[in-house]
C-alpha cells in the first residue's frame, strides 16, 4: 500500500514552490512514506491517478556525475528527476530551459541543467554554457537550462538529469531491467493535487 503525505513546511519552506500545499511525496510501504519505488510502479500509479493534476519522480538519493572541466575530472552531486518535476514544483529556469519529454527517453541524447552556485563557481556566470557540450566519465551531457540562486531541491544536488536516461545508461543486469523491474525501487514519487482534491482522496487514489 502506498501513503501519501504533504510536503509541509519542514520540506519545502526554504524553497519557491507555487503553491506548495498541493505538493505530496509518495511511498509504496504504508508504514513510510518516504519508501522508494521503481520507475514501473510509477508509470502504473500515473497511468491511474485521478486526484493529481500530475505526478513525477526524482532519485532517492543524490549520484555524482564528474564532469572533464578546465580544471581536470569535477564532481558534482546531481538528482535524476522526470521531465515533469520542475513544471510539478512551478519552477522556472534561470536560463535555457527545463527538461522535456524528448529528453526523458530511453535512447535521448543526456542533457543536464545545473545549479545557479555550481554554474557561478565552474563557469563564472558565462550565459554561454546553455548549449555546450560537457564531457564526463559517463559520457557526453548537453547544458539546456541553470535554475535560479534560490533553486536548491533536493538538498545538495546542484545539477540535474532525466531519470530515464539515467537509468537506461546504468550498466545492464542479467537479472533486472532498471526501467521496468517493479522490484529495483530508487525512486521518490513527487505530485501536485488538484485544487479540490484531499490528502485521503489521494491515499485512496
Known sequence: AMLFSIADAVLFRPF???????????GEDASDPRSEISYRAYLDWRANLETFADLGVIGSTNWTLHLRLRDGLTAIPHRSVSANFFEILGAKPYLGRTFDRSDDRRGAARTLILGYGFWQRQFGGNPRVVGEVLASTEGAFTVVGVMPPDFCYPAGAEAWTPVVADLAAVPPSATFDKL???DVGVLFAIGRLKPQATLAAARTD
Open 180 to 182: 521496468e523491474d517493479s
Open 16 to 26: 519557491p514552490f507555487v503553491d506548495q500545499r498541493r505538493l505530496v511525496i509518495a
